[in-house]
C-alpha cells in the first residue's frame, strides 16, 4: 500500500516585536513567524520533530532580517500547539474505542451464556485433534440447568461470524450442555462468539 508521509513545517505562531527596530531602515515594524517541523500521514500532523525555528521580517522595508538572540527567545517561549499531535491522539482514541466495544461485547456474550435463550447460536472452535475447526450450536432448548443444542452440518476451516446459507442445524442430534459447561467453554475460547 502507498503511504504518504513524511516531514513538514508550519507556522505555529505569529508575533508583532514592537521593542526592536529594524536595522536596515530602522522603523518599528517587525514580525516574527516561529515555526516547528512535524511529522504527517496522510497529511495529518501526528507529532513534531527537531527543534523549533524562526524567521524575522520588516513590513516596512519588505527585508528578512536575522535577530539571533531575540529570535530564539520567541521560539523558547511559543508552545507547541496540541494539534500536531492529533494522529497520535486519533489513534489512541481508536484503540480505546476498539478495546471498549470489544468489552461490551465480551460482558455480553456472557450474559447469554450465563442465561440462554433458545435460539441463541454459538460459534464453537475446535482444535482437539490438531486440526483446527469450526461450527455453530443453536440452543434448541433450555430444562433446568441443561442446555440443549443442535450443531451445523457443515465445518469450517476458519472463522466466520454466521453459517453459509446452504448450511443447516441437524434436527435428530441433540447435544447436551450444563450451563457451567458452557461458561467453561466460553472462558477457553471454545466459544468464540455467542449470536442473539
Ligand atoms: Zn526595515
Known amino acids: 500500500m502507498f503511504i504518504l508521509r513524511g516531514q513538514r513545517k508550519i507556522r505555529i505562531k505569529r508575533y508583532t516585536e514592537t521593542q526592536q527596530c529594524c536595522p536596515n531602515c530602522k522603523t518599528f515594524d517587525l514580525q516574527v ?3 516547528k517541523d512535524y511529522f504527517h500521514l496522510f ?3 501526528f507529532f513534531p520533530t527537531g527543534v523549533k525555528s524562526s524567521s524575522m521580517y520588516c513590513y516596512h522595508c519588505s527585508s528578512f532580517i536575522r535577530f539571533d538572540s531575540l529570535q530564539h527567545e520567541y521560539e523558547k517561549k511559543t508552545r507547541i500547539p ?23 461485547d465480551a460482558k455480553e456474550e456472557r450474559i447469554f451464556v450465563q442465561h440462554p435463550q433458545a435460539g441463541d447460536v454459538y460459534t464453537i472452535r475446535d482444535d ?18 441443561s442446555v440443549f443444542t443442535l450443531h451445523s ?41 455467542v449470536k442473539r
Open 43 to 45: 497529511f495529518i500532523p
Open 128 to 145: 482437539k485433534g490438531g486440526k483446527l475447526r469450526y461450527f455453530f450450536l443453536k440452543v434448541n432448548s433450555i430444562q433446568g440447568d
Open 82 to 104: 496540541f494539534w500536531l499531535y492529533s494522529g497520535l491522539l486519533l489513534v489512541g482514541c481508536l484503540i480505546v474505542t476498539i478495546v471498549v466495544a470489544a468489552n461490551i
Open 153 to 193: 452440518n457443515l465445518e469450517y476451516s476458519r472463522y466466520i461470524s454466521k453459517p453459509q446459507s446452504k448450511d443447516f442445524f441437524v434436527e435428530d442430534e441433540e447435544l447436551v450442555f450444563t450451563k457451567a459447561e458452557l461458561l467453561q467453554m466460553l472462558d477457553k475460547g471454545e466459544i468464540s462468539s
Open 33 to 35: 513567524n516561529v515555526y
